[in-house]
């Protein structure tokens, strides 16, 4: 494994490449992941991080981690908006991993964003945004450079709603930095708005028990995909409490994330990928 670590754009992403070890294909070009942890970009989630990009690089994957930037400090409440900072960063560490694709061995073609929880809303507003002018052109990026060729969005909160009654309400006052956001502000920032027949293929998965964000974002998504024809695959599990990660030993942060029916999202996941490349 070789392991490497860049600034992007005020973030840092951290990647996990395989390197041509003596029992491996140095020739063979390497299917990719980057991983957004959640943390309602108030933080970024340990457990949503390094243990998924290491599953996948378990898997033949190379395997990045985005530590994209978050609203740290409620001190600068109303002092300055994060959004859409993070969309750019993870939009610049898309368009990075492709244009070094041939150094690091990796697929140019096989490029997949997976995101948790907030990292799925960036996740997913990436895909359903990455060719608006704002978030590409703007930024200097070539045309189709920042495009995820697949999504996995993991009990994602895409309309930037949150159910919790001890968190803020909406994702969308953090990334606005106040605490009044308009009906129209929230739209802006809700990402099944966007969706349209360029959203990459999505692997979608939620558990009925998700008590912070409604499992309703994540069937309200792969509706409107299906409605455009974007393949997707939906996962509904009827027991599981948000932030699970992988729902195993190694990222449970209690008993409640241990899931042996929800774990089974990752090989369902894998195999959905192989079917998409073999098409």
């Known amino acids: 494994m070789k392991q490497i670590s860049n600034d992007i754009a005020g973030a840092r992403l951290n990647g996990y490449i395989w390197d041509g070890a003596p029992f491996s294909d140095s020739s063979r070009k390497r299917p990719c992941v980057i991983v957004c942890p959640g943390g309602g970009y108030t933080h970024l989630s340990p457990r949503e991080g390094e243990p998924v990009a ?31 900072k993070p969309l750019e960063q993870l939009s610049f560490a898309v368009a990075y991993v492709r244009k070094n694709a041939a150094e690091l061995g990796i697929d140019a073609s ?3 964003v997976i995101g948790f929880s907030a990292g799925g809303h960036l996740a997913a507003c990436l895909g359903t945004n990455y060719n608006r002018y704002e978030f590409c052109t703007k930024l200097g990026i070539g045309e189709g450079m920042n495009r995820p060729d697949r999504l996995i969005l993991g009990y994602s909160c895409l309309s930037g709603l949150l159910l919790k009654k001890d968190r803020r309400t909406r994702i ?3 990334l606005l930095g106040r605490q009044s956001v308009t ?10 708005n966007f969706v349209s027949e360029t959203t990459p293929p999505s692997f979608v998965f939620h558990t009925f028990g998700d008590e912070s964000v409604p499992c309703e974002d994540s069937i309200a998504f792969a509706r409107k995909l299906h409605s ?10 009827s027991k599981g409490a948000h932030g699970f990660s992988l729902g195993n030993e190694t990222t449970a942060a209690s008993d409640e994330h241990i899931l042996k029916s929800a774990s089974m999202w990752f090989e369902l996941c894998l195999e959905w990928l192989s079917q998409l490349r073999n098409e």
């Open 172 to 174: 969308a006052e953090l």
């Open 54 to 84: 290491l599953r996948f690089y378990t898997e033949g994957y190379s395997a990045f981690v985005l530590e994209y930037s978050v609203f740290r400090d409620e001190t600068e409440w109303g002092c300055r908006p994060l959004w859409p």
């Open 183 to 192: 009906d129209e502000e929230l739209s802006g920032i809700n990402a099944i």
């Open 110 to 112: 096989d490029i997949t």
């Open 228 to 237: 455009f024809s974007v393949p997707c695959e939906l996962h509904m599990f």
